[in-house]
């Protein structure tokens, strides 16, 4: 079972500067490439940055478009694909993208070692009225396969639910990766969240979380990678440009499973109704 590295890009982006954004996302890619990664993570919203007023304001020149079979084309992100392509990674980002149907979603794109770029994720839960007035939910669970390895994906607020997490591991994946933008001191619900997730369904998370952003809501950072027991894998410091990497090791969640069964005791459906010893104070 092949081990796969995984590169956390902790790198800020301009605002609605989707040319800019991509060229600098690939160079992290060749950089993490070179450091031995097949898959490098971005933050939330990281193609045109997440700056939500002025998504509103100019939406058109902040967004993508997918086809029918979720698949995008855009001269703006041949570096990516190039990076991609010429040094066989796989790369992960957040992107406003709008569909056929006129829906615009807070997604993820996926850019291939062919080069291919498609939309494997559109986030599930939206933050408040903030995205709800921007952004049409996901309505379906999102995976990527990495050199063999099967991986979850959420963005940010998806991680407050365990329940998203739970239905990916369930389905097989060995990591959940959670491109986010929480805002400066908020970092440490992430944290909780995060090392929650990974422990009860022993898996690895992953936490790609912007840097920089508009003065009324900046990002720090933080980047950090949590191990199928809930113990720190790998960290950032705040406010640093750097990529953080860490391996994705196989025998490390199989070993931390002997131990930890939470999964595999897992009762997907209690039964309902009063058990037949309970007693009765009515």
């Known amino acids: 079972m092949s081990v796969l590295r995984i590169a956390v890009a902790q790198t800020p982006a301009r605002s609605l500067d989707i040319t800019g954004n991509a060229r600098t996302a690939a160079a992290n890619a060749i950089q993490a490439a070179q450091a031995g990664a097949g898959l490098v993570v971005l933050p939330e919203l990281h193609l045109c940055a997440y700056d939500l007023p002025q998504l509103a304001r100019h939406t058109h020149a902040a967004t993508v ?26 790369v992960l980002m957040g992107a406003a993208v709008r569909h056929p149907d006129g829906s615009l979603t807070n997604s993820l794109l996926a850019i291939d070692p062919t080069g291919g770029i498609t939309v494997p994720y559109d986030k599930q839960h939206l ?25 979850g994906l959420g963005v940010c607020y998806d991680m407050s639910f365990p329940e998203h997490a739970r239905a990916a591991a369930v389905s097989g994946a060995e990591a959940l990766l959670y491109p986010a933008a ?3 001191g908020t970092e440490h619900r992430a944290a909780i969240y995060l090392k929650a997730r990974a422990l009860e369904n022993t898996v690895y998370t992953v936490f790609a979380n ?29 406010e640093g440009d750097t990529i953080l990497y860490a391996d994705l090791t196989p025998r490390i969640i199989t ?5 930890l069964r939470m999964l595999g005791e897992y009762r997907a459906s209690l039964p309902t109704g009063r058990p037949r ?5 009515e």
Not at 277 to 281: A, G, L
């Open 210 to 238: 912007a840097l920089g952003g508009p003065a009324h809501r900046p990002c720090a950072g933080a980047a950090a990678v949590y191990a199928p027991d809930g113990s720190t894998e790998a960290e950032a410091e705040a």
């Open 65 to 90: 478009h997918a086809d029918e079979d979720r698949t995008v084309t855009d001269v703006r992100l041949s570096p990516l694909a190039r990076a991609a392509t010429d040094h066989g990674i796989t």
């Open 127 to 151: 933050w408040h009225d903030e995205e709800a007035a921007l952004f049409t939910a996901g309505t379906r669970p999102g995976e990527l396969t990495v050199h063999g390895r099967r991986l």
């Open 255 to 259: 070993d931390t499973r002997v131990h």
């Open 277 to 281: 010893n309970s007693e009765s104070f």
């Open 182 to 184: 929480f805002a400066t």
